[in-house]
Nanobody, 124 residues
Framework: QVQLVESGGGLVQTGGSLRLACAASGRTFSNIAMGWFRQAPGKEREFVATFNWNGGGSYADSVKGRFTISRDNTKNTGYLQMNSLKPEDTAVYYC??????????????????WGQGTQVTVSS
């Protein structure tokens, strides 16, 4: 079992920045493939970012160039740095994890474990 706890959400103005954190426990963090997803009101959950096969970031087109995914295995924590935020980034952000893969995917069904979510609100 893997437990995930997100933090770092909040209210920010357009153009501002936030850094989300996802603290993991229950398994060796370096063996966990993780990703970030978000869900806006009235919309389906969508992919935001994950690590690809070579350890680099893979991003949704809507956030490419503005968001950066990273991880610190010594702290068992993953991060999502969000810059140049827009009102359309407003959503509940979730981190997700699986121990069945070496790297993440953009498909939510690939992940076995989910955090409780953290609200990000970008005001115009």
């Amino acid at each position: 079992q893997v437990q995930l706890v997100e933090s770092g959400g909040g209210l920010v103005q357009t153009g501002g920045s936030l850094r989300l954190a996802c603290a993991a426990s229950g398994r060796t963090f370096s063996n966990i493939a993780m990703g970030w997803f978000r869900q806006a009101p009235g919309k389906e959950r969508e992919f935001v970012a994950t690590f690809n096969w070579n350890g680099g970031g893979s991003y949704a087109d809507s956030v490419k160039g503005r968001f950066t995914i990273s991880r610190d295995n010594t702290k068992n924590t993953g991060y999502l740095q969000m810059n140049s935020l827009k009102p359309e980034d407003t959503a509940v952000y979730y981190c997700a994890a699986t121990t069945s893969r070496y790297y993440g995917t953009s498909y939510s069904g690939s992940y076995d474990y989910w955090g409780q979510g953290t609200q990000v609100t970008v005001s115009s």
